[in-house]
C-alpha cells in the first residue's frame, strides 16, 4: 500500500513512522488512522524490523481526530461506524514494541495515540492534553481510560475536565512519559533507545511488552503468576543460554531470537 498520510522507513531494524498531515497539525481522518494500522500490521509481518518508532513534526504529534472530518456525522455514523475502533484494536494488536517520539502538541487522539505506545520520549515543547470536553464530547481513543491509569484519577479528571494542556515537565513527573529531551536531540534519542531495544532478544522483548500490558488487566496476584511463568518459559530458549553464557565469557550476547 502506498502510503499519503504518513511516511515508513526501515533502517537497522527500527521502523520509524512519521505521521504526515502538516496542514491539519496530523489530525488523525480515517485515511491516516487506516494507513497506520496497515503500516504496522506489515511491520510485525516484517523480519527485519525488531521496534517501532511514531512521531509527527516538531510542531505536532498529533493535534486529535480530524475535527472537519467528525463535524457532521450522526450518532448513528460514528456507532455504526465504530470511529477509529479496528485500526486502534490493530495497533493493539502489535506485538513488536512501539515508542512514542512526540514533539509539540499531542492533544485529544493524538495524546491518545501516543499513550498506545509501550512508553513516550518527549521533547521540552510537548503538550499534552484532552480537550475534547471543549469540542462537547469526551475522549474516545483511551483519553479517560489509559491516561487515568497513567497518571492517576486526580490529574485525568483534571486534563478531561478542564481540558487543559500537561507541559513536558508535569507529563514527566505523572508518570506520562519517560524521558524528556530538547527538541533537537528527540530523535537521536528514540531511536538510540529503539536501536537498543532491536539488540535484544525478540522473544524476551515480546514477552516483557505482554507482561508490563497485563499489570493493567488482571490482579497484582494473577500478573506475578504470569510473570513468574513466562519468566519459568524462558529457559526453554536458546537465547537465555546465549545470554547468560555471554555474562559468565564477558561477551556481547548474539541472540538469536530462538
Ligand atoms: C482538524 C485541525 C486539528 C484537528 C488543528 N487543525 N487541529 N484540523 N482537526 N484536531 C488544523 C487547524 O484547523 C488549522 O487549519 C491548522 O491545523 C493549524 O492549526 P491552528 O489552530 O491554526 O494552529 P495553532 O493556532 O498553533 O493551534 C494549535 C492547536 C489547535 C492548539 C493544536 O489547532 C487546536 O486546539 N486544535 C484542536 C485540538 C483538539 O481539540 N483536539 C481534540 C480533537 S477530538 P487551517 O486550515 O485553519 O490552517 C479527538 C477525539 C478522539 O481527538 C477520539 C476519536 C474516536
Do not use: W
Request: aromatic content about 6%; charged content about 25%; proline content about 2%.
Amino acid at each position: 500500500m502506498a502510503y499519503e498520510t504518513i511516511t515508513l522507513d526501515v533502517d537497522n531494524h527500527v521502523a520509524l513512522v512519521t505521521l504526515n498531515r502538516p496542514d491539519a497539525l496530523n489530525a488523525l481522518n480515517d485515511q491516516l488512522m487506516s494507513e497506520l494500522a496497515d503500516c504496522l500490521k506489515g511491520c510485525q509481518d516484517n523480519e527485519k524490523v525488531r521496534c517501532i518508532v511514531i512521531t509527527g513534526s516538531e510542531k505536532a504529534f498529533a493535534a486529535g481526530a480530524d475535527i472537519a472530518m467528525m463535524k457532521d456525522k450522526s450518532f448513528v455514523d460514528v456507532f455504526a461506524g465504530d470511529l477509529f475502533t479496528p485500526e486502534t484494536d490493530q495497533i493493539m494488536r502489535i506485538r513488536k514494541p512501539i515508542i512514542a517520539a512526540v514533539s509539540g502538541y499531542a492533544l485529544g487522539g493524538g495524546c491518545e495515540l501516543a499513550m498506545m505506545c509501550d512508553f513516550i520520549i518527549c521533547t521540552e515543547t510537548a503538550k499534552f492534553g484532552q480537550p475534547e470536553i471543549n469540542l462537547g464530547v469526551v475522549a474516545g481513543i483511551g483519553g479517560t481510560q489509559r491516561l487515568t491509569r497513567l497518571v492517576g484519577k486526580a490529574k485525568a479528571m483534571d486534563m478531561n475536565l478542564t481540558g487543559r494542556f500537561m507541559d513536558a515537565a508535569e507529563a514527566e513527573r505523572a508518570g506520562l512519559v519517560s524521558r524528556v529531551v530538547p527538541v533537537k536531540k528527540l530523535m537521536e534519542e528514540t531511536m538510540g533507545a529503539a536501536q537498543k531495544i532491536a539488540e535484544k532478544s525478540m522473544i524476551s522483548v515480546m514477552v516483557v511488552k505482554e507482561a508490563v500490558n497485563r499489570a493493567y488487566e488482571v490482579p497484582l496476584r494473577e500478573g506475578l503468576l504470569f510473570e513468574r511463568r513466562v519468566f519459568h518459559s524462558l529457559f526453554a530458549t536458546e537465547d537465555q543460554k546465549e545470554g547468560m553464557s555471554a555474562f559468565l565469557e564477558k561477551r556481547e550476547a548474539q541472540f538469536r531470537d530462538k
